[in-house]
Every structure is written in C-alpha cells, then in structure tokens.
C-alpha cells in the first residue's frame, strides 16, 4: 500500500449539496471580459502600492499600474487595455475599504509590449527579479508576496521546496483544476523555486479526493527528481505547518516560519503563475475561482482582477433564494463581503453563496468540554485564550496561551458545540495587540 501523510489532530468538515464534487469535474472557463474594473492598490502582504497612474492615461493589458511602498509588498498591473478614469475607493473582503485604479476597457486587450521573461533564466536573481515585477503573490489565499518568500536570509538553509497541491478548504476546487489543466507550468514553477533557494528536496503534496490531479501531476514529473505525497483527506491540511510536518516530519518552532525549519511552500497555482512569470513576463491579471455554493451555476471561472464579484455572480446564473452570506475564499479561513461591488483580488480563491442559519441562532456558552483542544492542529487550547480574550486580557493570552501560534483555521470553531465565535475573537484580539 502507498505511504500517505498527514498531521495530528485536525477536523473533516461536512459538505453540503455535494461540495468539492460538484465543481471538481468542470473545466475552467474564461469569465466574460469586463467593460470596467477596479484594481485594488493593495492585493497582499505588506505595504500597499502606489499608483503609477492618473486619471485620463491610457494603459495596457499587463501595464504594472501599482508599486509597493514598502520593501514587502507586490505591484499590481491592468487587467484589461483602457483609459484610466480615476483612483475610488472599494470595499474589500471583511469591509475595509481600499483604495483601487480604475479602469474603462477600450475591449483591445492590447498586451503591454515591454513585457519579457527573465533575463538570464539560470541567475536565480534574474528569475527573483522576474517573479517580483510579475506581482507574484501566494493564490491560495494568503497573498504573501513570493519573491519575498523565495529570498530567505544567506543563514537559512533551504533544502525543502515543497508545493502545496491539498486544497483542504471544502467547496474550492481552483487548485485541483489548475493541477488537471496546467501540470506543466506547475512542475516548472516548482524547478525554478528549487534554483531560485539551493534545494535539493521538491515535493508536491495532494489529497487524496483528487487522484486525477496525482495521476496528473506524477506524469508531469517523470524524470525530474520531484516526489508526489499522497495526503490523507483532512482539514487544515494544507496549513503551511500542518504541510511540513506532514511530508518532512519537521515542526516549525514556535513564532517561527517555515524557513526555520529548511521548508518553503508554494502553492500549485502559485507555482503556474511562477512558470509564466519567468518564461513570458506575464504578470497576474486574473485568476482562477470557484463559484459555488446555493447558485444556479457553480463553476470555475478564470476571472481578470478587479471585476465586481455581482457580476461574476450572475454569469454563474445568480443566488439561489434565502442566500444571506457571501464568503470570498472557503468557509473556514474565507471572509464575509458585504457589498456587492468588492472587487476581485489575487487572494479570492473562491466566492460562496451561503444559506447560513447559524446567523439567527443565540450564542451558547462555554462548557469546557475541550473539543476544541482535541482538534486544534496547533495543539494550543483555544478555551483558554477565548476566555482571556473575551475579558480583554489580549497580552496574557499572547504571553500564556500562544495567541501568535493560533492560524486561524477555523477548526475550533467548527467542533464547538456552543458554536462561539472563536476564530472571530481570536483575530480581533490579534489586532488589538499593542505593535511591538
């Protein structure tokens, strides 16, 4: 029997309407090209960009429009060919509001003609540089800025490349297609971060609900020194930590990164968009989502950055009646919209229509029954730090119970029987802490 892997602890969230299943097997198809869209000045990690451009300039497909004030940050670039018709405010996922450009489409899609794959594709600074003015974040939701995570410090030696295939949130289904769709970029992006850091182990870790994309990505790979593991089919498995531990048996310490512990991890569709930055200087101009949810059409739909999620709801067919939450990314990690006009960004993975009854449901109280403490990948004691944290006591549950450690997963949350707003609180108490 082949080895697979996994992790301690963790949950297997039920699906409702057939979940992954229903979009697994739909092909990517491209979302209709928007007349207008609204390119938000900050899609990742880090300091946001500021604009190159003013109202009334003509830009093109491809055009990097945004630079990063800061060190860590990513350039954002235009989706579409067009006229720039102003710098307007837009509410993201979980309701700030960000400033975006935002651009007319003249309907040419004209690329931008300056743009070229590295310069010297065997000088990992060449590739580095090619990865950062691409925009390259990590699409599986976290939006970390790659270059910066293939840039560890000369101390830290990396020996681990490994790409994460798991795609554990139920409901998406982006990844598992763009491993059936594109394994050939996958496996290249996949090489070309192996150069860019010295490491000498490459694996692709894949759950095992998805043997099409293993039986995909295992042809892909012949004769190249990269390793499939075949992942048990649980949640957060595709945890950067739970990943490691997984696959290498390595633990990242405590308030550490993955670089601690010799490891970079790269998401599969990252790694696609690695392949085309380097080759063709192709920057992110659209992604791949998973529509789904109680709407008439699920799909999976290749979607320029930038376009309102209302109008990629209705070339789905529209809501199903009684919807009364919209999630952008998976139900457990994922973040509530709440207008209609939130534009799409490099970390939507997915937008799904919810019919939530737990919103009309009184909270519950605490029974410190510690099912939460039996599923937190972590192995932190999420009761604890609720209670701390509930009171305001936001730097003894940092000090004492490992608030940093907590990844915000959702498994807490889901196997409380009170159904209290654990992960909620935990991330408020985050933002609340004093900046050291």
């Keep these: 029997m082949e080895k697979t892997y996994t992790f301690r602890r963790g949950i297997h969230p039920q699906e409702e309407g057939g979940g992954k299943r229903v979009t697994g097997a739909m092909p990517i198809e491209d979302a209709a090209r928007p007349s207008m869209v609204a390119i938000a000045l900050s899609q990742s990690v880090g300091a946001a960009c500021k604009p190159l451009v003013k109202p009334g300039d003509h830009v093109f497909l491809g055009q990097k429009i ?17 006229i720039v018709k102003g710098i307007q405010a837009r509410t993201s996922a979980g309701g ?43 699409l599986g939701g976290a939006a970390f800025p ?21 795609e554990c949130e139920p409901y998406l289904t982006s ?94 569709s990252t790694a696609a968009a690695i392949s085309r930055a380097v080759r063709k200087g192709l920057p992110i101009i659209d992604r791949v989502v998973t529509v789904t949810g109680a709407i008439r059409q699920p799909k999976n739909l290749r979607v320029r950055l930038g376009v309102d999620i209302e109008s990629i709801i209705e070339q789905c067919g529209g809501a199903l009646d009684g919807v009364n939450k919209i999630v952008l990314g998976g139900p457990m990690m994922g973040l509530s919209a709440y207008n209609p006009l939130t534009p799409v960004v490099k970390g939507t993975s997915g937008i799904l229509l919810m019919i939530d009854p737990s919103r009309e449901r009184p909270l519950g109280n605490c029974m410190r029954c510690a099912t939460c403490v039996s599923v937190c990948p972590i192995g932190l004691v999420p009761l604890q730090m609720y209670a701390l944290a509930r009171k305001g006591f936001f730097e003894r549950a940092r000090d004492s119970q490992h608030l940093l450690d907590c990844v915000e997963c959702g498994c807490c949350a889901y196997a409380c029987p009170a159904k209290l707003p654990l992960v909620q609180t935990f991330r408020a108490a985050k933002r609340a802490l004093p900046r050291k």
């Design 146 to 166: 790659t270059h910066i995570k293939l840039s560890p410090p000369p101390e830290k030696k990396i020996d681990y490349v490994i790409l994460n295939g798991a």
């Design 96 to 138: 700030p509001r960000l400033d975006c450009v935002v651009i007319e489409s003249d309907g040419l899609d004209e690329w931008d003609p300056s743009l070229h794959g590295a310069e010297n594709p065997e000088d990992p600074k060449s590739l580095l540089q090619s990865i950062r003015e691409a925009g390259v974040v990590g």
């Design 175 to 268: 990844d598992h297609r763009t491993m059936l769709e594109e394994p050939a970029a996958i496996v290249d992006g996949l090489l070309i971060a192996a150069k860019i850091v010295g490491a000498t182990h490459k694996k692709i870790g894949i759950e095992l609900n998805k043997p099409d994309a293993i039986a995909a990505l295992r042809q892909a790979c012949e004769g190249k020194d990269i390793e499939i593991c075949p992942l048990q089919v649980k949640y957060p498995q595709g945890g950067e930590k739970q990943l490691i531990q997984a696959i290498t048996g390595r633990q990242v310490p405590s308030g550490k990164l993955p670089m601690d512990a010799g490891c970079v991890v790269v998401n599969v």
């Design 66 to 82: 945004g630079e990063p004030a800061g060190f860590v940050g990513a350039p954002v670039h235009a989706s579409v060919s067009g």
